[in-house]
C-alpha cells in the first residue's frame, strides 16, 4: 500500500513539471527552463518552511510567485530569440541556476541541529509536510486554470500565436504580452511543483536538477499530447509507472523504458491523447458532413495544427 | 605563468570541443534537427576503442592506438546511422519536438545499456574503464610550463581531422551536395540532389568526426564512463552558439576559445565557476548576437 | 475543504481511470509472489546500492552476505522450532532491491521492504547518505510498530549508530582507526607539514578530511593546503597544483575510487611526491591499482584485515569461485554481515510465523545487541554499545600490483 501511495505522489509531481513545460510549448516556445524554476521553487520553499517556520501553502505561492516574477525576467530578453536558440538559452538558464544552488551555503541553528543548503551537499531534512493531499490540491487549482484557459478568449489567442505569430498580431493580438505571460505561467507551476517536491523528499539536491531531469519532462509532453492540456497528464501518468511496470527487468528496466519512448512518438506524433483525437476528427471529417469535400489533412507528414 | 599554462592546455584540449560541435552541426545544418544522441555516439565509439586497446595491449603500443583510434571513428559512424535509422528517419516531417525525444531516448539507451555493460562484462570496470595508451603520461616542460603529450596529439589529430573535412566539403562533389542542402533543402532536391543519401552520408561523416574525438578525449583523461557523452554535449551546445549554427570552420575556432576559458577558469576558481561562466556567455551571445560570432548567412530555418 | 478535496480526487480519478487500471492490473500481478511468511523461508530484504557511482562498493557487500547465506542454506538452513528454514532475500532480484544512491528513494525502497514485502529484517544501505535518512526513518516505523534491524556493512560516516537503536553497522569505520594511521605514518616519514584533497558532495569524505586533520594537528603537523573537488570531476590539475605548492610530506585523499585514481595519476605526471600519500577505504578496490599502475605505487591506506590471514585466503577462493572477482574490504564486510545475521538468528528464538512478525522482529534486535561471530579477517566481532564494530585496522600499502601489509623499514 505504501508502495502504490508513494507512486501516486510522485506522479502527482511529474504532471506538474509536465504541465510547466506544456504552458511555454502552447506558444509554440520550446524551453528547458522549467527545470530551474523547480531547483529555485524547491530551495525557497524548503528555507521558508524548515528554516522560518513558514506554512506550506504560504511557501509554494511565495515560491511561484517568485518564480513567476524571474520568468518574466527571462522571458521579455528571450522574445528576440527562435527556435532552437531559445531552448538552448533556457537550457543555460537552468544550468547557472544549478551550479547556484550548488554552491549555496545557508545554515542556521534549529534546537540542537544545523539545517540549511549546505552547497554541494544539498539541503537535508527539509521538512515534510506534502502528501498526495497536498500535491493533488494544488494540481487541482492548476488543472483548472488549464482549463478556464483552454475555453476562453486568451486560450484562443494562444493558439493563433503558436499557429502563427505574424498572422496573430496582423489580428491585433497582442504576441509579446501573451508569450511572456505563458512563460511566467510556466514557471510559476514549475515554482509550486518544486516546493512540493521538496516538501515531499525532504532533500533538495541541485545536481538533481539537470538537463537530464529537463529531457525527461519533455518526455512527458512528446508522449502524452502536445495540443492539449490533458497530454501532459497522461504523459507524466504513463512514463511514472512505466519503469515500475518493467521492474522484472531490473538492469534493463531503462533501455526498455527509452525504447518505449521512441516507439510512442514514433506512432503517435503528437503524443498520445492528441494522436488519437486527431485520427478521430480524422475519420468524421470523412464520414461526415464534409463528404464533398477534401479531409483537411490527410497527409500525416504536413503539419497540421489546428486545434481547440 | 600560471595562467599561460592554462590556457596552453585549454587551447590544446579545446580542439575536442571543436570536433564535437562540428560534427554536431553538420548535422544540424543539414537536418535542421539536434541530435541529442551525439554525445552518446561519441561515448560508444570511446568504449570500442577503449576495449581494442584493453584486449590487445595498447599500453605501450603506439600502433594498437592507431588501430583503436581508426576503430573508434568507424564505431562512431555506425553507430550513427542506427541513431539516424531509428530516431529520426522513422519521424519525417512533423513537429520540432518529436525527434528532440528519440534522439534523448536514443541517448538514454546507449547510456544504460553501457552501464550495463561495465558492470557484467569483466574487462569493464563499473567505475574506471580504462583506455590505456602510450601517451598517458608524456609529458613535456617548457621550462616552468607543463605541457601533457596526449593534448599535442589531440590538437594536431584535430587540425588533421578539420582539414581532411574543410576540403572534402570545398573541393569534391558529395560535399558540394552536402553545402547545398544546407543552404536550401528545396532548392537542392529540385536540381536533382538526393536528399536523403546526403543525409546519410552526413550523418556517417559527423558521428565518425565525433567517435574520433570521443577517442582523443578517453586518452587524454585515461578512463572512459557511460556519461562521457551528456558531459560533452552541453559543453558543445556552448560553442555551437557562440560559432553559430552551419560553420565549420566557426565550431573550430570557438571549440579553441571555450577550451581555453574553461581550463582558465577552473583552474583559476573551481570547476562549477567554469560551468556557469560557460553557460553566461551562451546566454549573453544568444541576446547580442543569436546567429553567433562566425555566423553564415543563415536565412532563418523552422 | 473537504468538497474541493474530493473534487480533486474524482478529477485525478477520471483522468487516471482507464490507465491506472490497466497499470495497476500489471503491477499486482508483478508484484511479490509470496503474499506472506511462508513457513520454511526466513525473509530478509537487502537494499544495497547496486547500481550508479557507488556500485562497486554496493555490489561487493551484497555479494559477500549472499555468500553467507548460501552457505547456511546450503546446511538446510536456521533451525527454527526444530524444523529447518532458508534465508531468502526478497523483493528485487538475487542481490534484492537497489538502494541507489537517493535518499528519498532509498526510503521508499524499505517502506516497501518492510510494510509490502514483511521481510524480518534488511541488509544495507550501502552509503552513509542513505544509512543517515533510513536509521533517522526506523524511529518514525517503531513509533508505528514496525521497527525492525536495518544492518550496514558498509555505512562508514561516524555517529550513526547513535541515531536508532534498530541501526546496526559492521563496517570498517575509519574514525576508530585513524590515530592508529596516522600515528605510524607521521612517526615513519618525520613528516611536518600535509595537505588534503577531498570531494565536497558527499558528507562522508569532509568529515573525514576535518579528522585527518585533528589527528595531524595532535601530533604536531599542519595542515598547509586543502584542495576540493566534486564527484564528477574528470580534470585533476588545479588539485595537483596547489597541494604541490605547498610542498608537503604527506598527502591525504579522501575521495571516491575514480577522483582517486585521477588525482593521483596527475601527481605522476606533475612530479608530486611527498613522502607518502595516504588514502581511504574507498581506494580499496583492485581499480585503484590496475588502473593507477605507477601512479598509485606506494600509497598507504587501512583496512580491516590482513589479506594474508588464512580465513581471507580461503574466503577468497570461495568468493572467486561464486562471482569470478577478487574479493575487497567490502566483500569482506558483506560476508562478516552474513555470519553476524546468521548467528543472530540461530540465537534469536523467533517464531517465523505470520502472526508473529513484530515480536519477531524485536527478538532479532535483542539477538543482534549480543552476537558474537569469529570473522574470516581473524579478529572475534560484536556490537558495541552505540552499535558498531571497532576493529584496529591493518595498514596497507600498494606494492607490486597488489595491497600488501605496510611495514616500518
Known amino acids: ?308 | 605563468m600560471l595562467v599561460l599554462e592554462y590556457a596552453i592546455s585549454g587551447l590544446l584540449f579545446g580542439a575536442t570541443y571543436s570536433l564535437v560541435a562540428i560534427g554536431f552541426t553538420l548535422i544540424f545544418g543539414v537536418l535542421n534537427r539536434f541530435n541529442i544522441a551525439h554525445g552518446a555516439t561519441l561515448m560508444v565509439a570511446a568504449f570500442g576503442g577503449a576495449t581494442i586497446s584493453i584486449l590487445f595491449g595498447g599500453k605501450d603500443s603506439y600502433i594498437i592506438l592507431i588501430v583503436a583510434f581508426l576503430s573508434a571513428t568507424i564505431i562512431g559512424a555506425i553507430v550513427g546511422l542506427i541513431v539516424r535509422q531509428i530516431a529520426f528517419a522513422p519521424l519525417k516531417g512533423g513537429s520540432e519536438l518529436s525527434p528532440f525525444v528519440t534522439s534523448a531516448a536514443m541517448a538514454l539507451i546507449l547510456e544504460e545499456l553501457f552501464v550495463n555493460l561495465t558492470q557484467s562484462v569483466s574487462i569493464y570496470s563499473m567505475e574506471v574503464t580504462e583506455f590505456p595508451s602510450p601517451l598517458e603520461n608524456l609529458v613535456f616542460f617548457l621550462g616552468e610550463i607543463y605541457i601533457r603529450g596526449a593534448y599535442l596529439v589531440i590538437f594536431f589529430m584535430a587540425l588533421i581531422i578539420m582539414g581532411i573535412l574543410h576540403w572534402w566539403l570545398h573541393h569534391t562533389k558529395s560535399g558540394l551536395a552536402i553545402r547545398c542542402v544546407e543552404e536550401n533543402p528545396t532548392a537542392a532536391w529540385l536540381m536533382g540532389i538526393n536528399g536523403n543519401r546526403v543525409e546519410i552520408i552526413v550523418f556517417a561523416v559527423a558521428s565518425a568526426i565525433a567517435g574520433a574525438a570521443g577517442c582523443l578525449i578517453s586518452v587524454a583523461y585515461g578512463t572512459v564512463t557511460p556519461f562521457l557523452g551528456s558531459n560533452l554535449l552541453l559543453v558543445s551546445f556552448v560553442v555551437l552558439v557562440l560559432a553559430g549554427i552551419g560553420s565549420v570552420r566557426g565550431a573550430m575556432i570557438c571549440g579553441l576559445f571555450v577550451g581555453v576559458i574553461e581550463t582558465v577558469t577552473a583552474g583559476l576558481i573551481s570547476a562549477q565557476t567554469k560551468e556557469a561562466v560557460l553557460f553566461i556567455i551562451l546566454f549573453t551571445v544568444l541576446l547580442v548576437k543569436p546567429q553567433g560570432i562566425f555566423a553564415t548567412n543563415a536565412t532563418e530555418r523552422d | 475543504m473537504k468538497s474541493m478535496f474530493n473534487n480533486c480526487i474524482n478529477l485525478a480519478r477520471s483522468k487516471m481511470l482507464g490507465l491506472t487500471v490497466a497499470t495497476g492490473v500489471a503491477l499486482l500481478s508483478t508484484s511479490s509472489v509470496m503474499a506472506f511468511q511462508d513457513e520454511g523461508t526466513i525473509r530478509i530484504g537487502m537494499l544495497e546500492t547496486i547500481t550508479g557511482g557507488a556500485a562497486p562498493y554496493g555490489l561487493a557487500g551484497a555479494r559477500g552476505t549472499l555468500l553467507a547465506i548460501e552457505e547456511v542454506n546450503a546446511t538446510g538452513g536456521i533451525e527454527i522450532n526444530g524444523k529447518k528454514s532458508k534465508i531468502v532475500v526478497v523483493g528485487g532480484g538475487e542481490l534484492g532491491s537497489d538502494g541507489g544512491l537517493d535518499p528519498a528513494l532509498a526510503i521508499a525502497g524499505l517502506k516497501k521492504l518492510v510494510l509490502d514485502d514483511h521481510v524480518l529484517m534488511v541488509k544495507g544501505p550501502t552509503t552513509s547518505t542513505n544509512s543517515e535518512a533510513i536509521f533517522n526513518y526506523l524511529n518514525e516505523l517503531s513509533n508505528q510498530g514496525s521497527g525492525l534491524v536495518v544492518h550496514s556493512s558498509s555505512a562508514g560516516a561516524p555517529g550513526l549508530g547513535e541515531i536508532s537503536k534498530w541501526g546496526f553497522r559492521n563496517s570498517f569505520a575509519e574514525s576508530y582507526a585513524l590515530s592508529f594511521l596516522v600515528e605510524n605514518m607521521v612517526k615513519h616519514t618525520g613528516a611536518k607539514t600535509a595537505a588534503i584533497y577531498h570531494l565536497t558532495d558527499n558528507p562522508y569524505f569532509p568529515v573525514m578530511a576535518e579528522l585527518m586533520t585533528k589527528e595531524l594537528a595532535k601530533l604536531g603537523v599542519e595542515v598547509k593546503a586543502v584542495a576540493t573537488g566534486l564527484s564528477k570531476d574528470a580534470e585533476f590539475s588545479r588539485q595537483v597544483k596547489e597541494i604541490k605548492s605547498v610542498n608537503p610530506d604527506i598527502v591525504y585523499l579522501a575521495t571516491d575510487n575514480l577522483r582517486g585514481i585521477g588525482f593521483m595519476k596527475e601527481a605522476f605526471r606533475r612530479r608530486l611526491q611527498p613522502s607518502v600519500f595516504i588514502g581511504g577505504i574507498s581506494q580499496l578496490v583492485p581499480d585503484t591499482i590496475n588502473s593507477g599502475g605507477e601512479a598509485t605505487a606506494g600509497m598507504v591506506m587501512i583496512s580491516s584485515y590482513d589479506d594474508k590471514g588464512v580465513g581471507i585466503n580461503a574466503y577468497r577462493a570461495k568468493f572467486k569461485a561464486r562471482w569470478d572477482e577478487d574479493i575487497n574490504l567490502f566483500s569482506v564486510n558483506g560476508y562478516e554481515a552474513g555470519q553476524l545475521l546468521v548467528k543472530a538468528l540461530q540465537n534469536s528464538g523467533i517464531e517465523n510465523t505470520k502472526e508473529s512478525l513484530a515480536s519477531d522482529r524485536a527478538k532479532l534486535r535483542d539477538a543482534y545487541e549480543t552476537v558474537k561471530i569469529d570473522s574470516i579477517s581473524g579478529y572475534s566481532v560484536e556490537f558495541n554499545d552505540v552499535h558498531d564494530t571497532p576493529k584496529s585496522g591493518v595498514i596497507l600499502t600498494i606494492k607490486d600490483n597488489a595491497f600488501q601489509a605496510w611495514e616500518a623499514n
Request: net charge positive.
Open chain 1, 1 to 308: 500500500m505504501a508502495y502504490y501511495t508513494a507512486l501516486f505522489e510522485i506522479s502527482g509531481l511529474n504532471i506538474l513539471l509536465a504541465l510547466s513545460v506544456f504552458a511555454t510549448l502552447m506558444v509554440g516556445q520550446f524551453s528547458l527552463a522549467q527545470v530551474g524554476f523547480w531547483s529555485i521553487g524547491a530551495f525557497v520553499t524548503a528555507i521558508l518552511t524548515t528554516m522560518h517556520g513558514m506554512p506550506l501553502y504560504s511557501a509554494l505561492i511565495i515560491s511561484s510567485i517568485l518564480c513567476g516574477f524571474i520568468g518574466l525576467l527571462l522571458g521579455y530578453p528571450c522574445l528576440k530569440i527562435k527556435g532552437i536558440y531559445l531552448t538552448l538559452a533556457t537550457v543555460a538558464f537552468a544550468e547557472v541556476v544549478r551550479v547556484f544552488f550548488n554552491n549555496l551555503n545557508y545554515q542556521i541553528e534549529l534546537g540542537e541541529r544545523i539545517v540549511g543548503p549546505a552547497g554541494a551537499l544539498g539541503f537535508r531534512g527539509v521538512k515534510v509536510i506534502a502528501a498526495w493531499p497536498e500535491i493533488y490540491l494544488v494540481l487541482f487549482v492548476i488543472v483548472l486554470l488549464f482549463i478556464l484557459l483552454a475555453s476562453s478568449r486568451l486560450g484562443m489567442s494562444i493558439n493563433a500565436v503558436r499557429e502563427d505569430e505574424t498572422a496573430a498580431a496582423a489580428v491585433g493580438i497582442n504576441v509579446t504580452k501573451i508569450k511572456v505571460s505563458m512563460f511566467m505561467f510556466g514557471a510559476a507551476i514549475a515554482g509550486a511543483g518544486g516546493g512540493l517536491y521538496a516538501s515531499y523528499s525532504s532533500y533538495v539536491l541541485a545536481e538533481n536538477f539537470s538537463f537530464h531531469m529537463a529531457l525527461v519532462s519533455i518526455f512527458y509532453v512528446a508522449v502524452g499530447g502536445m495540443y492539449t492540456f490533458s497530454g501532459p497528464i497522461v504523459g507524466a501518468i504513463v512514463l511514472t509507472l512505466l519503469p515500475e511496470v518493467f521492474r522484472f527487468a531490473a538492469d534493463y528496466r531503462m533501455i526498455l523504458y527509452g525504447v518505449v519512448v521512441i516507439i510512442v512518438v514514433i506512432v503517435f506524433p503528437r503524443g498520445i491523447v492528441d494522436e488519437i483525437r486527431y485520427r478521430l476528427e480524422q475519420k468524421s471529417l470523412r464520414q461526415g458532413t464534409f463528404s464533398d469535400k477534401k479531409p483537411h489533412n490527410k497527409n500525416k507528414n504536413l503539419p497540421d495544427e489546428g486545434i481547440k
